[in-house]
């Protein structure tokens, strides 16, 4: 046979080894993008995103809450044991705060002030817990605290107002009394008149003046965007200066790593923030790209075409130096799969988020070369991490019937979540916050 014969049946042979070896890959990659869109949400207790609440932020809003409450009116019958007119006490609600409570709940202190013309008599205070309550219909978080609740709870006397209350009588007797009447005699009504008031007061306020109003706290909070499954409140120490109340939120997106890690210290009291795992933004958007709502295909070239060849998805490594992930298959042809990396940047530019990528790497490949897919890195997670400060900056309050609005003032990523400040204030009177569609 002559040789030319030989080599050529040598080329055949290759290119037959070739194009199966080449058709094997193909099915390999095809079988690999197709386990990637059955993948299912892995078990994990850290909360896929996060609200932090600064107690002093909560407090300085229901303190307004507490002051449209009427106070009530108290007969201090004990006096007359003294001989003395019945007198009438004011019983108001002087606050309601944020207080520690255990895990899954929300803890309230409300305080309240007793006073006879103008004189404190008395302060009680009492702690109750709630659970928060989500609407999947509405998508919306509601804490509520009603009269209801209070009925189970033991006021306690803040400090000891006995000698203060027991100088108060004193200064009530006529002058002639003050010589038959001992000290003690009267520091023991002064001590009957404070437990009297402990076992009446808060009774009164809680079933007359609260239960007109309604719900003494009603905040409902909504994250537009965020597909929510799960929320559960606990208590956190980010800042040395004050705790914050944390709202847990875990989502049916498939998502391996939550949020594991601590918060960083608060940015200020004043401001709320919203951490939003990385994992979180990666599937969001890979749940819009099979919605269709963002492009999936692209061009050799990088732009989106939904006949391209090019089939892409994000993914987030927690805790690496370059978290960003960019997978990109493509299962004909010239078929290839290419994992990307990079180290995302975050900027707050006026109202709008810049996003820069750097260190980016081709981390994987398997198949044909890959020379133009650099760019996809930075596009597709531009859109994930502008997503998730949209989600923030859509984030609605109600605080009863004050209706709040937010506004992002900072932003930082890490290699584990997304971190964003929220200012919030009152709406003016002649604007509506935007609802949630």
Same mark, same amino acid.
């Given at each position: ?5 030989? *080599? ?27 386990? !990637? ?7 994990? #207790? ?61 803890? !309230? ?46 006021? *306690? ?63 409902? !909070? ?8 799960? %929320? ?12 914050? %109340? ?40 890979? #749940? ?51 994992? %990307? ?35 996809? %890195? ?60």
């Amino acid at each position: 046979m002559p040789r030319p014969r030989l *080599r050529l049946m040598a080329l055949a042979a290759l290119a037959a080894a070739a194009l199966t070896a080449c058709g094997a890959t193909c099915r390999d990659i095809a079988r690999d993008r197709q386990a !990637f869109l059955a993948r299912r949400a892995a078990p994990t #207790t850290a909360p896929h995103a996060q609200l932090i609440i600064p107690f002093p932020l909560a407090d300085r809003l229901l303190t307004r809450r507490a002051a449209a409450v009427p106070p009530a009116s108290l007969d201090l019958t004990p006096l007359a044991l003294l001989g003395l007119p019945v007198g009438v006490a004011s019983v108001r609600l002087a606050s309601v705060r944020l207080a520690p409570a255990p895990d899954g709940q929300i803890g !309230f202190e409300l305080t309240v002030s007793v006073a006879s013309d103008a004189r404190p008599l008395a302060q009680l205070a009492a702690v109750a817990h709630v659970a928060p309550s989500y609407d999947p219909v509405s998508g919306a978080f509601q804490v509520r605290l009603r009269p209801v609740d209070l009925r189970r709870l033991e006021p *306690r006397l803040v400090g000891d107002g006995r000698d203060a209350v027991a100088d108060w009588l004193l200064s009530m007797l006529p002058p002639a009394a003050r010589l038959v009447v001992s000290r003690g005699q009267v520091g023991q009504l002064a001590s009957d008149l404070l437990a009297f008031i402990a076992s009446n007061a808060w009774d009164l306020l809680r079933d007359g003046a609260l239960t007109d109003i309604g719900p003494l706290t009603e905040l409902t !909070f909504a994250l537009p965007g965020l597909p929510v499954t799960g %929320l559960r409140g606990r208590t956190l120490q980010p800042d040395a200066a004050a705790p914050a %109340l944390a709202l847990d939120l875990t989502t049916p997106l498939p998502v391996a790593t939550g949020l594991a890690a601590p918060p960083p210290p608060l940015r200020s009291l004043d401001l709320l923030q919203v951490r939003i795992a990385g994992d979180t933004l990666a599937e969001l958007v890979n #749940t819009r790209m099979v919605a269709g709502e963002l492009p999936a295909r692209f061009r050799g070239d990088g732009r989106p075409d939904p006949q391209g060849p090019y089939e892409a998805a994000l993914a987030w490594a927690s805790g690496a130096a370059r978290p960003t992930r960019l997978v990109l298959w493509r299962t004909s042809g010239e078929c290839l799969r290419a994992t %990307l990396a990079g180290a995302p940047r975050v900027a707050l530019r006026g109202d709008a988020l810049q996003v820069g990528m750097e260190d980016v790497r081709l981390e994987a490949i398997e198949g044909a070369t890959l020379t133009t897919a650099w760019a996809w %890195l930075r596009s597709l997670w531009t859109d994930a991490l502008s997503l998730g400060s949209d989600l923030a900056a859509s984030a609605t309050f109600d605080l009863g019937d004050d209706r709040l609005v937010t506004r992002v003032v900072a932003a930082e990523v890490t290699s584990e979540a997304l971190s964003l400040s929220l200012e919030v204030r009152s709406a003016p009177s002649n604007v509506t916050p935007p609802r949630p569609p």
